[in-house]
C-alpha cells in the first residue's frame, strides 16, 4: 500500500472527488487541440484566444455541476475556473506537445511554478507525460527525472501529483492493429514505473489498455482484431494489478458512445479503478455548434446533449472505487 497521504495531499484528493470518494472529473485543458478544431470548424487559420477561453467557461460553467472537477490549463482555462460550481480544480503544468514529433518531451510553463498554481486555486497539480517503455534508456531516463522533479515539487508545496500517461509508436502509428496489440503493455508498463515511491505521483490517469476497434465482439470493431472482449477483461484486471496507486480512465478523444461501451466492458471485467477524467467524448461535438452558431446555442447543446453525455458517463461508474481506499485513508475523508 502507498505511503500515507500528507494533509494537503489528501485535501486535495477529497476537493475532486464526490461523496463516495470517486473521481468524476471532466477534462478540459485542451489548448491547441481546441484551438485548431474551433478554427477549422470556422474554414479559418486561426482564431483569438479569447474565443478559446470564451469556449472554456461556457462548458465549465454548464457542465461542473455534474462532475466532481475539471482539469483546466493556465493558458486558456484560469478564466474558467471561476465558474466551476464548486468542483474541485485540478490544473495542468506542462506544455501541450501533442503536435511535436515523438518522442515528444516534456516541457512545462516558463511563469508557472506549483506554487504558483496552488495560489491560482489548484487542488491537484496534473502534468502529461508521453511515454513509452520501449523508447531508448537515453530518452526515458530524462522524462523519468522530469517526473521526479515534478513530483519534489508537489511534495515541497503539499499539493497532489496527477500524471497522466499517454503512449505512442515512434512512427506514429497509433491507430493501426500492430500498436493496439502492444498497447497493454505499454500501459501497464509505465504504471508500474511511475508508481514507485521514487517520483511521488499521487493519482494515476491512464489510456484505456485496449482500442475498442481492434476488439471483436463490439459495437466499433473495425473487422481487423487485436484482442477478444474476453482478452480485453483480462487487460483492464492486469492495469488494476500494475499500480497500488489509485488511478482514473482518461477518454482520448474516442465518441460519447464509443467511451460508454469500454466503460461498460471495464465494468463486465470486474476490475478496479476509481473513476475518470473524461474530456472530449463530453464536449467535443460542441465545438462545431460553437464555432458556427455562436455562444448562445453552446449553452443550449451543453443543457441538452452535454448534459446526457457527462450523465452517461456518471452512470457508468458505480463499479469504481473511492481513492482512499487505496491509502487506508476512512471514508469520511471524501466529501
Known amino acids: 500500500m502507498p505511503n500515507p497521504l500528507t494533509p494537503g495531499k489528501q485535501a ?3 476537493s475532486i472527488s464526490d461523496q463516495r470518494g470517486i473521481i468524476a472529473a471532466l477534462a478540459l485543458d485542451q489548448r491547441g487541440i481546441l484551438r485548431s478544431a474551433i478554427a477549422r470548424e470556422k474554414n479559418v487559420e486561426d482564431v483569438p ?6 469556449f472554456k467557461i461556457h462548458v465549465t460553467s454548464a457542465l461542473t455541476g455534474y462532475a466532481s472537477a ?11 475556473a471561476k465558474h466551476r460550481n464548486n468542483a474541485g480544480l485540478l490544473v495542468a503544468y506542462e506544455q501541450s506537445c501533442y503536435d511535436a514529433a515523438p518522442p515528444r518531451m516534456p516541457i512545462l510553463y516558463d ?4 506554487r504558483r498554481m496552488k495560489e491560482a486555486g489548484a487542488d491537484c497539480i496534473k502534468v502529461l507525460l508521453h511515454y513509452t517503455p520501449f523508447d531508448p534508456v537515453e530518452i526515458n531516463g530524462v522524462k523519468r527525472a522530469f517526473t521526479e522533479r515534478v513530483g519534489d515539487e508537489c511534495r515541497a508545496n503539499d499539493i497532489p501529483f ?3 500517461l499517454l503512449g505512442y509508436d515512434p512512427d506514429g502509428k497509433e491507430k493501426t492493429r500492430e500498436y493496439a496489440r502492444i498497447k497493454p503493455e505499454i500501459v501497464t508498463r509505465s504504471m508500474e514505473e511511475f508508481s514507485r515511491d521514487r517520483y511521488g505521483v499521487d493519482l494515476l490517469k491512464v489510456e484505456i489498455p485496449v482500442q475498442m476497434r481492434f476488439v471483436s465482439g463490439t459495437q466499433f470493431f473495425c473487422g481487423e482484431q487485436a484482442c477478444t472482449r474476453a482478452e480485453a477483461k483480462r487487460h483492464f484486471a492486469a492495469v488494476a494489478d500494475a499500480t497500488e496507486k489509485p488511478f482514473v480512465y482518461l477518454s482520448a478523444g474516442v465518441s460519447n458512445a464509443q467511451f460508454i461501451e ?3 466492458l471495464l465494468a463486465e471485467s470486474g476490475s478496479r479503478f476509481n473513476g475518470v477524467l473524461c474530456g472530449r467524448a463530453t464536449w467535443q461535438d460542441g465545438v462545431a455548434v460553437y464555432a458556427q452558431k455562436g455562444a448562445a446555442a453552446l449553452d443550449e447543446w451543453l443543457e441538452t446533449t452535454g448534459r446526457e453525455n457527462i450523465t452517461r458517463v456518471n452512470a457508468t461508474l458505480e463499479t469504481a472505487q473511492p481513492w482512499h481506499a487505496q491509502f487506508g485513508v476512512p471514508v469520511a475523508a471524501s466529501r
Open 262 to 264: 469500454t466503460l461498460e
Open 162 to 164: 496527477v500524471l497522466e
Open 12 to 14: 486535495g484528493l477529497k
Open 111 to 114: 511563469r508557472w511554478s506549483v
Open 49 to 54: 484566444a479569447s474565443e478559446v477561453e470564451e
Open 70 to 80: 475539471i482539469l483546466l490549463d493556465p493558458e486558456y482555462g484560469l478564466p474558467a
